[in-house]
């Protein structure tokens, strides 16, 4: 994006730098890297970067809404509607592509949205180390609105922890230890003090939640929720788990039901030039050419169930097409120039909502790699130069 940044790294690149980086990321917790990271970070000047910002500032326009909640009663499953929702969630991340437009110009595309978190304490320490190997100018960052490593860690610590002790914290996921992403659960304990628990080891008594924390019956007063609830309909050996339909004296950061409601559901309702044009399956008005869209199921998880190459006997297909989306294709941009084919990029956003905020605040960021169909491992395999990264933007 920054190309005399690009041609300054790729000139300076060697495999030892590279080796020496990795060994300084794995180190953070042994074992817990479970994916690729790539070879580069991304340089983005402060034109692209508020393009971005500016795109959310419209979205987030919608999503403060006072009507939302009704706009997107339909999102939540009803199976999978959790007691005690709050106003809104403590995190928000939006997802762009960096594409060409028809005119042949760099602009995003918005791909997906969530509310709900994403690597936040991870990228905390990768940034930091990339930031040292790319030898990254200090006009550059990877942290938004005057945030630095200091003031995110202190924020973060006070949406997650709150006024409880650390001990009466948890993060819940399901068999953390089977995650891709579980560094983040360990960088997490290391800056929060707080624990991992499968939700197999979470116990009830009455409305009470609690833990075994090293022997000690722990009594669990805010769960840092990392659980993706129609994902656990394909897990099996949950038969013991407590009922999470049932409301519990606890509170959670963010609340289950803002995983659906901030998401691809959320897509057909924006309207901006960097936000693909999206209709509900079911609302679809006129014939559009297929070749031009996505399919997508509202509810699916990873990318499992996108139909690229669309055709009529798919739409067919489709049992329930309310919950389905058309969203229209982007051109990904071949845009980071690599040592063989040059890569695509998508980059995550990560914003804060602390009480009191009439809106959310964009923080931090991270950015993935591909020079596959889509992002993602599966469409990646045996190529350099693709995977988890961090974009740097240029300080305005």
């Known amino acids: ?148 490593k200091a003031s995110y860690i202190n924020d973060l610590k006070e949406i997650i922890v709150g006024n409880h002790a650390a001990e009466e914290v948890i993060l819940l996921e399901i068999f953390p230890e089977k995650q891709k992403t579980r560094i983040d659960f360990y960088c997490t304990e290391t800056l929060l003090g707080i624990k991992t628990v499968c939700l197999t080891s979470l116990k009830s008594d009455g409305n009470i939640l609690y833990y075994d924390n090293n022997g000690k019956k722990t009594v669990v007063k805010r769960i840092y929720n990392r659980l993706i609830f129609d994902d656990l309909q394909q897990q099996e050996g949950l038969e013991g788990i407590i009922d999470l339909n049932k409301k519990y004296e606890v509170e959670w950061v963010p609340h289950p039901n803002w995983f659906y409601r901030i998401s691809k559901f959320t897509l057909p309702f924006i309207q901006n030039r960097y936000v693909p044009e999206t209709f509900f399956l079911n609302e679809l008005k006129q014939p559009v050419n297929l070749e031009e869209y996505v399919l997508k199921p509202l509810f699916s998880f990873a990318g499992m169930g996108v139909v690229i190459d669309v055709t009529a006997e798919d739409i067919n297909q489709v049992q329930h097409p309310e919950n389905w989306i058309l969203q229209r294709k982007v051109n990904y941009a071949s845009i980071i120039e690599t040592m063989d084919e040059p890569a695509k990029a998508e980059i995550r956003l990560f914003y804060f909502w602390k009480e009191g905020w009439e809106r959310p605040v964009a923080v931090h960021n991270l950015a993935r790699l591909s020079k596959g169909k889509m992002i993602g491992t599966r469409y990646n395999k045996d190529k350099s130069w693709v995977g988890g990264s961090v974009a740097f933007f240029e300080n305005d």
Request: proline share 7%; with cysteine.
């Open 1 to 148: 994006m920054e190309r005399s940044l690009r041609q300054e790294f790729n000139k300076n690149f060697t495999e030892e730098k590279y080796k020496a980086y990795m060994a300084e990321i794995e180190a953070l917790h042994p074992g817990a890297l479970d994916f690729r990271n790539a070879e580069t970070p991304i340089f983005i000047n402060k034109d692209f970067k508020n393009k971005m910002l500016g795109a959310c500032e419209d979205i987030i326009d919608v999503i403060t809404t006072p009507g939302f909640k009704k706009l997107t009663e339909r999102s939540i499953p009803d199976d999978l509607k959790i007691p005690g929702e709050d106003s809104h969630p403590q995190f928000v991340v939006f997802d762009f592509g960096i594409c060409k437009n028809d005119n042949g110009d760099m602009e995003p595309q918005l791909i997906e949205m969530q509310g709900f978190p994403t690597l936040y304490a991870f990228q905390a320490f990768h940034s930091e180390i990339t930031a040292r190997y790319a030898n990254v100018p200090g006009n550059y960052s990877p942290y938004l609105n005057g945030y630095d």
